[in-house]
């Protein structure tokens, strides 16, 4: 049977073996991100999570625009054997997060122009 590997996987083994090298590129700060960083990143998602009741099988939402925390978050939370549940910003309306009160969610993360959407969702997660 084939190793099965997640994208956190390979982010570690593109850093080992690449560390230094672009991992991404921040148009809007003419800057990158190394494959080092992204993994130093990660860890320290995925090490807050863990210190805060994350882990495996439990569910993050997230509420952000593409971006590198976003990415920070994809692959901290596969480190720790979690799932994520990526918002659209575009919705809109009290009926726009039903579908999050159908999953079970430990955290929301959000940047703090959403956390208005999330308060007036009336959505708890549970500790």
């Known amino acids: 049977m084939p190793e099965t590997r997640n994208w956190a996987a390979m982010l570690e083994e593109q850093a080992a073996n690449r560390g230094d090298h ?8 003419d800057q990158y991100i190394s494959y080092n960083e992204m993994d130093k990143n ?6 807050y999570l863990l ?5 495996p099988g439990k ?9 590198s925390q976003f990415l920070d978050i994809f692959f901290g939370i596969q480190k720790i054997g979690m799932y994520i549940n990526p918002v659209n910003t575009e919705l809109r309306g009290e009926g726009s997060f039903t579908l999050l009160t159908i999953v079970t969610l430990s955290f929301w ?14 959505i708890t997660c549970p500790r």
């Open 109 to 122: 993360l959000s940047i703090p122009t959403y956390l208005i959407c999330i308060r007036r969702s009336k």
């Open 42 to 47: 990660a860890n320290r998602i995925g090490n």
């Open 59 to 67: 569910g993050i939402a997230t509420l952000m625009e593409n971006s």
């Open 51 to 55: 210190a805060n009741g994350g882990g």
């Open 22 to 29: 672009p991992f991404l590129y921040l148009i809007d700060q």
